[in-house]
Nanobody, 127 residues
Framework: QVQLVESGGGLVQAGGSLSLSCAAS????????MGWFRQAPGKEREFVAY????????YYADSVKGRFTISRDNAKNTMYLQMNSLNPEDMAVYYC????????????????????WGQGTQVTVSS
């Protein structure tokens, strides 16, 4: 059974940092791109960051570019999101996901392109 488990969320003051992890189990995802999305109350789920299967290509939402860094360790079947300079607009439930198609970064920003999702981890930023 495939499972994605996010961890690392919590409460942080504005300007602070958090590091999220996404541990995958049940199969190996080294051939698949992975992404981070977030959803705030009353809002649609939105793209945050993407990393290709090899880690050689990354994309970020404009709102997090320069502050967030996505990475992965295929040997550990784990993906990470380092979040710096957090502000209240970053407050949301953060989800990790695995892309549906192997070796493809097409439409990386669309949630429908992802097959497996974690349960989410809450990030709260106090002003």
């Amino acid at each position: 059974q495939v499972q994605l488990v996010e961890s690392g969320g919590g409460l942080v003051q504005a300007g602070g940092s958090l590091s999220l992890s996404c541990a995958a189990s049940g199969r190996t995802f080294s051939s698949y791109g992975m992404g981070w999305f977030r959803q705030a109350p009353g809002k649609e789920r939105e793209f945050v960051a993407y990393i290709s299967w090899s880690g050689g290509t990354t994309y970020y939402a404009d709102s997090v570019k320069g502050r967030f860094t996505i990475s992965r360790d295929n040997a550990k079947n784990t993906m990470y999101l380092q979040m710096n300079s957090l502000n209240p607009e970053d407050m949301a439930v953060y989800y990790c996901a695995v892309k549906r198609k192997a070796y493809s970064s097409a439409s990386y920003y669309q949630p429908l392109q992802y097959d497996y999702w974690g349960q989410g981890t809450q990030v709260t930023v106090s002003s």
